[in-house]
């Protein structure tokens, strides 16, 4: 099944396999994909035959690379509102309660970390890498950096945020701070993570979708709070768009892996 730029295949065992199919973008969400990926997770809350769900990026290049920036976003003339697609790509803002495992190859970064924010947990290939190009850019990190301080100890999201693109978190130390919950060999993390989503799929439904619930409650109400101040945030810090667009012409392609 194909939905715009997001490749859904469905298996006997109750697993679907959702992939961001942009390879030639490095999977970056455009406003067709930020669509298809909302529809996707909608579809799959009255289809009984999906009980688990691996989350991948076409390629072993990356995994995604956040909001195409290539993509025009028409905003409302009010200074008062802000349209925010990737707002609505993850699983549970579409109210989706069946348990999603991320398989992460290549880089991940910047607004995918609004999806990997809503999943369970994470797979990843030992070659993958987690960073936030945004102060690099001129741009604050704040949704990303609230779904990911959920994820991460403080100290690691902070030097991940505020490090933009100088630096990037590789494979092994995300595994060491719990970012991630199991390493591959590269090219593997797909095949690790729809072994996991098996195990997740053949227990009894309703009991995992409220254990996952049970799990989000646990700290929605925190993330609630600080994605409120969200939108002020990034209204106050971020530089005028034309300043970012020459940073990132600008931008070096100069990091380290830690």
């Not at 992939?19 to 999977?27: K, V």
């Not at 991940?108 to 945004?134: I, K, Q, R, W």
């Not at 799929?201 to 709070?225: C, H, I, K, N, Y």
Request: aromatic fraction near 8%; proline fraction near 6%; charge should be neutral.
């Amino acid at each position: 099944m194909t939905a715009a730029s997001v490749r859904v295949e469905t298996a006997p065992d109750g697993v679907a396999l959702v992939t961001l199919d942009r390879p030639g973008r490095h999977n970056a969400v455009d406003l067709e994909t930020a669509g298809a990926l909302a529809d996707v997770w909608r579809r799959f809350r009255s289809d009984d035959d999906v009980r688990a769900v691996v989350l991948t990026g076409a390629g072993r290049t990356a995994f995604c690379t956040g909001f195409d920036r290539s993509a025009d976003v028409p905003q409302p003339s009010s200074p008062y509102s802000a349209d925010d697609p990737l707002l609505g790509i993850g699983p549970k803002a579409n109210d989706l309660w069946k348990p999603v495992v991320a398989a992460v190859e290549g880089m991940a970064c910047g607004g995918a970390f609004y999806l990997l924010g809503e999943c369970e947990f994470l797979v990843a290939s030992e070659e993958a890498t987690f960073f936030d190009p945004h102060t690099t850019y001129g741009m604050v990190s704040a949704y990303e950096s609230v779904f990911m301080a959920q994820r991460m100890p403080y100290g690691e999201i902070a030097r991940l945020a505020l490090m933009g693109t100088a630096e990037r978190l590789g494979a092994r130390r995300a595994y060491d701070t719990g970012l991630v919950s199991e390493l591959t060999p590269p090219g593997g993390a797909v095949a690790a993570a729809r072994r996991a989503a098996a195990v997740l799929a053949a227990q009894p439904t309703t009991a995992v979708q409220g254990t996952v619930r049970a799990l989000w409650t646990s700290r929605e109400a925190a993330r609630a709070q600080a994605l409120a101040h969200a939108p002020q945030l990034i209204a106050l810090g971020n530089l005028p768009p034309e300043r970012q667009a020459e940073l990132f012409a600008a931008r070096s392609r100069s990091f380290r892996v830690r």
